[in-house]
């Protein structure tokens, strides 16, 4: 068999699910934007403030009427923050203002209530102000017809805030990627339910749907085929994927009697083999109805690093998320790896950013997956690594 290595098969599922990450567009209310990326930028309707309005609860004046000292002035009205045009300022007037409140035509000053003596209908105002303070004018912020938010940005609630301070109600923004989620095991129970000899959890379903949501994709339907019969997988297939980007599996592809996704993705041209990597070594891709089919092996800690190698990459980047982080680190302990063999080997940031050992290398030990904070990643031809040696750290 020809020798495949990560960044290959990294590079065949980036070509399989190119279309599938291209994905249309959708108008969505700005209560369900958090977290979706615009499709288009986004300009501002209005000005931003509305209207010219007062910073400060105090007064409005004309900063020409205010004396270096104290200043006495009449006090004509009250302008509260609500809807409506306040009368023009009488110059060598004032009238009571609120924080918010639209500033009358002729005043451009606000005194601060804090710098004034209130005496009846009289006011005195200790200090002067230069036009223009606390006055907030309109379009100061933004103008009618300017860019508000980019394209391709991802909605985090200070986004949403200037949308709705814009008037805008509903935003168009990139369809989530839609994922069909299978499992496959004669031996899969759900959490929850009595186990026999034999069976164990399956921990697979529930570790993809999260880490595809993690990723902004979205489930459209979760297939637990756990009879291992290729034609009841071939059905629940059929049924999923015309709804479907991307359908992907766990378990049914080694070299075992009863591989049940081989068995239906094998007539169909699908790819199955074997990747220089541990965990995670045996892979398999296929289209099914035309949606393509991205297939991890069965063991827990190898579904999730495939997933977080082959995939997730794709999908944070559509969904306008940060790459996960990679970072060189300290070595705390030594350790060996398989020669000829990517390795994604547990591991735990120590004081210092260093890094240290989670468990074993077993594909099984999803304590240790859970326990660990990175994946050492250790390329094919590295062997042996001493305590003190630098290695390259994903961030988990
Ligand atoms: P397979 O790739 O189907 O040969 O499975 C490899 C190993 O992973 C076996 O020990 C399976 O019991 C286990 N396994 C398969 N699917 C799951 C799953 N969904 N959750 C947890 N373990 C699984
Ligand atoms: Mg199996």
């Known amino acids: ?85 306040p009368e023009p300022l009488i110059p060598s007037t004032t009238v009571r203002i609120m924080t918010g409140a639209v500033v009358p035509e002729g005043a451009d000053a606000i005194a601060p209530v804090e710098d004034a003596t209130i005496d009846g209908n009289l006011v005195t105002i200790h200090r002067a102000r230069r036009a223009g303070e606390f006055v907030r004018e309109q379009g100061s912020d933004v103008r009618a017809g300017a860019e508000l938010l980019p394209a391709a940005l991802r909605l985090a609630s200070r986004h949403l805030a200037v949308l709705a301070s814009a008037g805008i109600r ?25 186990v026999d000899d034999g069976q164990i959890y399956d921990s697979n379903g529930i570790a993809l749907e999260a880490a595809l949501r993690a990723c902004g994709a979205e489930i459209v339907a979760s297939i637990r085929n756990s009879n291992d019969d290729a034609d009841q997988l071939h059905d ?33 041209g699908g790819r199955i083999g074997h990747i220089a990597m541990q965990p995670g070594g ?24 495939s997933f977080e190698i082959f995939v997730a990459p794709l999908l944070r980047r559509v969904a306008g998320l940060p790459a996960a982080t990679r970072a060189p680190r300290t070595l705390v302990s030594d350790l060996a790896s398989i020669p000829g063999k990517r390795q994604f080997l547990r591991g735990r940031t120590v004081e210092g950013g260093r890094v240290d050992l989670v468990a074993g290398p077993g594909s099984h030990l999803v304590a240790g997956l859970a326990a660990s904070d990175v994946l050492i990643d250790i390329p094919e031809t590295t062997t042996e690594l001493k305590a003190g040696d630098t290695v390259e750290t994903i961030e988990l």
């Open 1 to 85: 068999m020809a020798h495949t290595s990560v960044d290959q098969h990294a590079a065949l599922v980036r070509s399989l699910l190119a279309r599938a990450m291209a994905t249309g567009t959708e108008r969505v209310p700005l209560a369900d934007a958090l977290g979706r990326v615009t499709a288009t930028a986004v300009t501002s309707p209005v000005d931003l403030p509305l209207f010219r309005n007062s910073q400060m609860d105090g007064f409005a004046v004309r900063a020409a009427d205010l004396r270096d000292g104290d200043t006495i002035l009449p006090i004509l009205g009250e302008v509260p923050a609500r809807r409506g045009t």
């Open 236 to 268: 629940a297939m059929f049924a999923a994927a015309a709804g479907a980007d991307v359908i992907i599996t766990s378990g049914g592809i080694s070299m075992g009697d009863h591989e049940v996704v081989r068995d239906v993705l094998t007539p169909l």
């Open 282 to 305: 045996p892979q398999a891709t296929g289209s099914f109805e035309g949606v393509p089919v991205i297939s991890f092996p069965g063991n827990p800690v190898s579904t999730q690093i």
């Open 170 to 194: 509903d935003v168009e923004v990139r369809s989530r990627v839609r994922v069909v989620v299978i499992t496959t095991g004669a031996e899969l129970v759900d959490p929850g339910q009595p």
